[in-house]
């Protein structure tokens, strides 16, 4: 999602109540003609600009739970994996079934098939006038991991002779572990999407060119600069109140 820096937003709705106080406290000196910077609007923004953030807020803690549960879920694959293909290689399988295995398991750990290129490598493909880009390797997003263990199951499940007697290595537990890792992954998109739609919202309220916070606000500022003057005192108490957009 834009913007991770949730703390950002938050300042831009702090400036704007601080804005605000000051704007209150030059009472009818603060007479603006344009209805949307006058002090209801701005106070309307305010409390539009506290919503917002505040549900975004709530919807936080339960995306980032679910993210860290799918974290703990999915990280003893890598280990897992290399006892499944040890426990493949120890059975009396062809070595193409083996050189299958591996191949999924690299795939699942992310492991290039053959070393990266070198800088030096790269300008002598590049002067002989050969493509020097590479693909990337790495399929360790957690879809590519998912699809690659039930490659890897599936595989398992025709062979034989793979009969291990650890628990945890048989075809029904890493079934069980598939279905876990697959629900984990899942509550994680689940969660995001109204997170997504709390955080659009909230950029809405801020950011809207002309109508949001930090727009808004810049104007405000404009307006008492040119109502009471540049070197004021009441320009200079608000001048320094920032407002960022996103």
């Known amino acids: 999602m834009p913007n991770s820096n949730e703390t950002g937003h938050a300042k831009n709705v702090a400036n704007l109540e601080e804005l605000i106080a000051f704007i209150e406290s030059y009472g009818d000196k603060y007479n603006p003609s344009r209805d949307d910077i006058k002090t209801p609007a701005l106070k309307t923004l305010l409390q539009n600009g506290k919503d917002a953030i505040h549900a975004v807020n709530l919807l936080l803690p339960p995306y980032s739970n679910a993210v ?7 990280s003893p694959v890598e280990k897992l994996s290399t006892r499944v293909l040890n426990a493949v290689k120890a059975t009396d399988t062809a070595s193409q079934v083996d050189d299958n295995a591996k191949t999924i398991v690299r795939k699942l750990q992310g492991v290039r098939a053959t070393p990266k290129l070198t800088e030096e490598q790269k300008k002598e493909l590049t002067d002989a006038g050969k493509s020097a880009k590479e693909i990337s390797a790495s399929q360790q997003s957690f879809d590519n991991m998912l699809d690659n263990l039930d490659k890897l199951i ?7 002779q793979y009969t291990p007697n650890e628990e945890e290595l048989k075809v029904e537990a890493l079934q069980a572990l598939y279905d876990d890792l697959s ?3 899942a509550a994680v998109k689940i969660a995001l999407a109204p997170l997504s739609n709390a955080r659009i919202a909230r950029d809405e309220v801020l950011y809207k060119p002309l109508a949001g916070i930090v727009d808004i606000a810049f104007d405000t500022k404009t307006y008492i600069k040119s109502a009471f003057g540049a070197s004021s005192p009441q320009y200079k108490q608000v001048s320094g109140l920032i407002f960022r957009s996103a």
């Open 68 to 74: 860290a549960a799918r974290n703990v879920a999915f």
């Open 183 to 185: 629900a984990k992954h």
């Open 154 to 160: 599936q595989l398992l499940q025709s062979i034989p």
